[in-house]
């Protein structure tokens, strides 16, 4: 089920935003349907990203998808891979542009994604068949990414971060640059915060998103977090959803006892309303207000991180 | 004197941490004069020869100029050591009747110096413990004498050289031995967990691994603290039973190091570099030494970069960590090493050290991050039940005077719990298993809902559920609470570390 297309740079399946770019690649290769190749969304963000990152990935993403925006993205784990899944899960449409052939599998974990893309989607690259991935290939497929889009969102990047290399190339080709916010604490957003300093436009909800891409009928499909539910859960939960800590600076800030702590925040995370970070601290994390209403109703939801 | 006789004296070896009696038979006859010692001596054995030799000359004695044989008996067994210097040349006074025979009555051990003295040699509990058991007087080196004294039920006879066998040796300065219990200190509480700014979260995880026995792995930056939080989990261990005390003691003597300490009470720390070799890590050599774990027995390991230790090494630890000893096989037999320790070990975030530091930038990549994450491997990941991020304390709060609980505190929560456990008839809640782990939980139905839908919601394999009950286990035992709560579960689901 192999279908293998070369398209020169004349043909017409060739996509037309990408032709427009300064040193266009002649041919594309593409393993799946090349009419997803129209102009759409690119999700990108850190490697390392943080059960926040995923949860915006997953909500901007997974909406923009829903409303039959293609999701274009680097199929590297982390942010990339989980926006490509979000599309997946709504039956969506997405593009994965590789710094390697199209036809191999880089990540090694990402095969089973990749073949479906290849099934549903479409897998691409500038380099012919079976070359494996190189280094320098890779900031040269951002500007693909940045050139198949028609705009570029950074969903979560520290800094340094080849986000920004993308981005860079989103500005050249007059593509608009949005990125989602983070906390100024955080190291890991301290890229998305900067590229939002210098002029990206800031994505907190999916109306801009919408707003934005220029979407008609903008329906909140994925709520945001409630601020009456959140008044009536505990100090911890409010302090922690703004400013992701540790148990220990968590429980100094609050004059709380640390077992108070670790037990509210055992809570949380079961809830899937807090996310316990690699580093240690608890922060937001996906869909909040539908795991608030659950901890109201005291039912866990299966939902996690 | 005569150029005549035989002999026989008891000594013994020492295998493992137990003595192994040995009888010195000295046969003296005709012949051209040699000197032969037979029975398997390793090189210190053959060269007392030569000490002896001088040794009985310096003393005043003639050394017999006729063939002298001498047969350490049990033949097959090896022996090490210095300490047949003295049983062989008490032997050979007493076969040329130099001396009278109730001199070299009793166990006797001891290395001899050129000029007669007798010197102190390591292991001295173990050869008490095995004249005790013969019912035999020891007789040693003076400088040994205290620490010989502890094991109860044995007669002690302390000697300065070898001069002193001509008088049949001054038996009434024979003391008896017995544990003077009110005599030894306690153990101090140090290094004190007060001494600790910040990590409040962490002082509660060793508060939770000291009542339960349960290990524990702290996982941060560099400097982050983990090795100072590492000591301070042995002072709030509960006190060491007189068996204890002594098992511990056998160990460090047969080891060559103090077994003072561990008489007093105190429980061993040990924290090997990863550099440490393997047999010295759990044990080895010729002859069989006990290894760090060993020396460790009953107190904490400390293994600081856990990964760097290397995988035969990490692989070593799965059955002492699992059984409580160590068995070591060589030509000669099976030899059991007692190594019942807490362990704690200490691991960085990722290669560079740095990855969630608030102050330096990681610099490893994604992939690179998982593949270390993998290497303590799952077996022994799975032996340790307690796992938790430590971080850098901010400067200024170091700074700040802090109201900390000290150990004697939270020593006594400890103890408190472990009677508690132990009145409803269990042990540590580290090796409960299977259904006596859920019998010894008694969830409600509720409680046992909710850790269900936390196991979905969490993605805990079963291994983590087990971990995760002891550790509530204890948890409650801590609060006096019968039975495992929702709230228990949901402080002992925060020591669960991540997912690997």
């Known amino acids: 089920m192999d279908q293998r297309h070369e398209i020169p740079i004349d043909d017409e399946r060739y996509p037309q935003a990408l032709r427009q770019i300064p040193d266009a690649p002649k041919v594309l290769y593409c393993l799946g349907d090349p009419a997803h190749l129209d102009p759409g969304l690119a999700v990108i963000g850190s490697r390392k990203a943080t059960p926040y990152g995923l949860g915006a990935t997953r909500l901007f993403a997974g909406w923009a998808a829903s409303q039959r925006v293609t999701i274009i993205s680097g199929a590297a784990i982390g942010c990339d891979q989980e926006a490509h899944r979000s599309a997946l899960a709504v039956n969506g449409s997405t593009v994965a542009v590789m710094g390697c052939g199209a036809d191999v599998d880089y990540p090694s974990g990402a095969s089973d994604l990749l073949d479906r893309i290849r099934r549903v989607g479409a897998v691409v690259s500038e380099v012919p068949w079976g070359t494996r991935p190189q280094r320098w290939l890779f900031p040269r497929r951002n500007r693909l990414i940045a050139g198949l889009s028609s705009a570029v969102l950074v969903v979560e990047a520290s800094l340094p971060s080849g986000t920004f290399n993308t981005a860079d190339y989103a500005l050249d080709y007059d593509r608009q640059v949005l990125a989602v916010p983070g906390s100024i604490f955080a190291p890991e957003c301290r890229g998305s915060n900067r590229l939002l300093s210098q002029g990206a436009t800031p994505i907190s909800d999916v109306t801009e998103l919408g707003l934005a891409l220029g979407i008609g009928s903008i329906e909140q499909l994925v709520m945001t977090a409630d601020p009456a539910a959140e008044d009536s859960e505990h100090p911890l939960l409010a302090a922690l959803l703004s400013n992701p800590m540790r148990p220990d600076d968590a429980a100094r800030e609050l004059g709380l006892h640390i077992v108070e702590v670790s037990r509210l925040l055992g809570r949380y995370e079961s809830a899937g309303v807090l996310g316990r970070y690699p580093d240690g601290r608890y922060g937001p994390c996906v869909t909040m207000r539908q795991a608030i209403q659950s901890l109201h109703d005291e039912q866990p939801t299966c939902e996690s991180p | ?500």
């Open chain 2, 1 to 500: 004197m005569t150029d005549r006789g035989t002999a026989r004296v008891h000594t013994a070896t020492v295998v493992g941490t137990h003595a192994v009696p040995v009888a010195v038979e000295v046969d003296v006859g005709p012949g051209l004069p040699s000197f032969i010692v037979v029975g398997l001596g390793d090189t210190a054995v053959l060269e007392s020869r030569d000490r002896v030799r001088a040794a009985v000359r310096a003393s005043g004695f003639a050394f017999p100029s006729a063939r002298v044989v001498v047969n350490l008996a049990p033949a097959p067994l090896r022996k090490h050591g210095t300490g047949f210097d003295l049983p062989i040349a008490a032997a050979i006074l007493a076969a040329t009747r130099q001396v009278p025979p109730a001199a070299v009555e009793g166990h006797l051990v001891g290395e001899l110096s050129l000029d007669g003295r007798v010197r102190a040699i390591p292991g001295v509990l173990a050869h008490a413990l095995a004249a005790r058991d013969a019912s035999h007087t020891l007789v040693l080196a003076q400088e040994s004498v205290r620490n010989a004294l502890v094991v109860a039920g044995l007669d002690v006879c302390g000697m300065h050289d070898l001069s002193q066998l001509r008088d049949g040796v001054d038996r009434s300065s024979t003391v008896s031995g017995g544990p003077h219990r009110t005599a030894l200190p306690e153990p101090g509480l140090e290094p004190d967990l007060s001494d600790i700014a910040g990590h409040a979260i962490a002082k509660r995880a060793l508060e939770i691994a000291a009542a339960g026995a349960h290990n524990i792995l702290f996982v941060g930056p560099p400097g982050s603290g983990k090795t100072m939080l590492a000591s301070r989990l042995g002072p709030l261990l509960p006190p060491l039973s007189d068996t204890e005390r002594l098992e511990v003691a056998v160990v460090h003597d047969v080891a060559g190091l103090d077994p003072m300490p561990a008489l007093e009470g105190r429980r061993p720390y040990r924290a090997p570099h990863h550099s440490c070799s393997l047999s010295g890590l759990v044990g080895g050599g010729t002859p069989l030494r006990p290894g760090e774990i060993s020396l460790a027995h009953t107190g904490v390991l400390f293994l600081d970069e856990l990964p760097e230790f290397g995988p035969a090494a990490l692989q070593a630890l799965r059955q002492p960590l699992e059984d409580g000893y160590i068995s070591l096989v060589r030509a000669e037999g099976r030899t059991r090493f007692p190594a019942r320790f807490s362990l704690v070990a200490s691991a960085n975030p990722c290669p560079c050290g740095f990855h969630g530091d608030p102050t330096r930038l990681c610099e490893c990549a994604a992939a690179q991050i998982r593949r270390y994450r993998t290497r303590i491997g799952g077996p022994l990941m799975d032996r340790i039940d307690m796992r938790l991020r430590v971080d850098r304390v901010d400067p200024e709060l170091l700074v700040r005077s802090s109201n900390a609980e000290d150990s004697h505190a939270v020593r006594q929560r400890v103890l408190e719990a472990r009677e508690r456990a132990r009145l409803d008839g269990r042990g540590a809640s580290s090796a409960l298993r299977g259904t006596d782990l859920l019998d010894a939980c008694r969830l409600e139905p509720d409680t046992r809902d909710r850790l269900a839908a936390q196991a979905r919601a969490l993605h805990l394999s079963g291994r983590s559920v087990t971990r995760l009950l002891r550790v509530a286990r204890t948890i409650a035992d801590l609060e006096g609470a019968d039975a495992v709560s929702t709230e228990v579960l949901y402080e002992a689901i925060g020591y669960r570390g991540s997912e690997t």
